[in-house]
């Protein structure tokens, strides 16, 4: 199968924008910041509990409780929030949470888990957004190191940075040569790795490793699997499924919206506009799937009595959507549709799917971490990350950490 992220791009189908986005929305920025005065008071309420701990993945009853940052991969949005309320106010209380923190990153690359690909969730929003933000040569020596991490993940064959596992594993394990829709936004850990640097190494791989996931994470639809497996010795593709989705076949909502995001960001990393073009399929794709009200269902093709909303897939669409709006040219005008969804999406979740303070630590509701496992209608804290991002996108000139 052809590699050229031209030849890539052919191969999907684009089912069109919807017309619904043609409008420029009703939607007052004063609106939208005094939404994200909202967030950042509640991210305030809770420095003294989390200054050095961190939210978990998902709450409980919509109150998150701390964990610690020895594994998982969803540490780092708590430090993002801190960083992001941080640009906003230039308290430097946010600041000192945020650097306190950086500490128990230090240890985890010594002494906690590494092995996986989310250390570009992690180290992008704590070292990178610390080093772009303070200068300090720790947050850079931080973040450096995880790439390096992560690129002994690459088995070069195939062409993919193995997502979970241990790389070493018996060739018969789940893990082994396994890629995952999410892996687009650990990407540009390694883009900025080889900037930082000088060695085009890190970047090589972030950019096999996303044609590889055009090739056979993105079907020819433009909706995608959630995982894809491929043999390690010899590249042959092995086959789709899912973790957290539906089943094999269906279109996982929060790995739609990874996808959009990734691409979009991979276009400007590589200079190469066909992967602003797949972003766009991607983004057809889901924009003419979703719900009434811009929130999607966790999984486009669960069933009726599985219809639970995930409000976190709908705020990395925001971001998502208004990324793609900056890598499309002037004259496209689906440029300011794009723009047109981030700002509907915002307005809905801001009207509609926020946490009241008084009975909840988090910001937005009806996230789904995993239905399968029975976690869904929760608060997720990489959803209140993106959902502040958005916010700040909207309200702010603003350099993303990505």
């Known amino acids: 199968m052809a590699r050229k992220p031209a030849a890539l791009l052919r191969r999907i189908d684009d089912t069109g924008l919807p017309d619904r986005y043609a409008t420029r929305p009703e939607v007052a920025q004063s609106d939208i910041e005094r939404a994200l005065a909202v967030a950042i008071d509640r ?5 003294d509990e989390f200054y050095d701990r961190f939210p978990g993945p998902s709450s409980e009853n919509l109150v998150y409780t701390p964990t610690d940052n020895t594994d998982g991969w969803t540490t780092s949005f708590w430090t993002g929030l801190c960083w992001l309320a941080y640009e906003v106010t230039g308290d430097r209380a946010f600041r000192d949470a945020a650097e306190a923190q950086l500490a128990t990153f230090e240890r985890r690359l010594t002494a906690g888990d590494v092995k996986t690909h989310d250390l570009g969730f992690l180290y992008t929003l704590s070292a990178i957004a610390g080093h772009q933000l303070t200068g300090l040569e720790r947050y850079r020596s931080a973040a450096l190191t995880a790439a390096d991490h992560l690129v002994a993940r690459f088995w070069d064959a195939p062409g993919l940075i193995q997502a979970w596992g241990d790389p070493e594993e018996p060739e018969d394990s789940w893990e082994r040569g396994r890629m995952i829709v999410d892996s687009m936004m650990n990407l540009p850990l390694l883009f900025w790795a080889s900037e930082e640097t000088g060695d085009p190494t890190y970047a090589s791989i972030a950019e096999t490793h996303a044609r590889t996931n055009a090739q056979h994470v993105v ?3 433009g909706s995608t699997f959630h995982t894809f497996k491929c043999d390690v010795e ?11 989705g539906y089943d094999a076949g269906s279109c996982w909502s929060r790995g739609q919206t990874w996808a959009i995001y990734g691409y979009a960001l991979a276009a400007e990393y590589t200079d190469e506009a066909a992967y602003a073009q797949l972003s766009a399929k991607l983004a057809n794709y889901y924009l003419s799937n979703v719900e009434a009200d811009h929130v999607p269902r966790w999984d486009f093709d669960a069933p009726d009595e599985q219809n639970y909303r995930d409000t976190s897939a709908a705020a990395i669409a925001a971001c998502g959507l208004d990324e793609l709006a900056t890598r499309l040219p002037l004259a496209d005008t689906r440029a300011r549709r794009y723009e047109n969804a981030s700002l509907v999406i915002l307005r809905s979740l801001t009207e509609n799917y926020t946490a009241d303070g008084n009975q909840s630590n ?9 239905p399968t496992e029975g976690d869904y ?7 209140d990350y993106f959902y502040v991002e958005g916010l700040v996108r909207a309200t702010q000139q603003w350099s993303r950490y990505w």
């Open 377 to 383: 209608d929760e608060c997720c804290i990489w959803g």
């Open 219 to 221: 079907r020819d639809d």
């Open 234 to 244: 010899s590249g042959s593709p092995l086959g789709g499924e899912t973790a957290q």
């Open 362 to 370: 988090g910001l937005l509701t009806d996230g789904a971490y995993d």
């Open 43 to 47: 991210i305030d309420e809770n420095l």
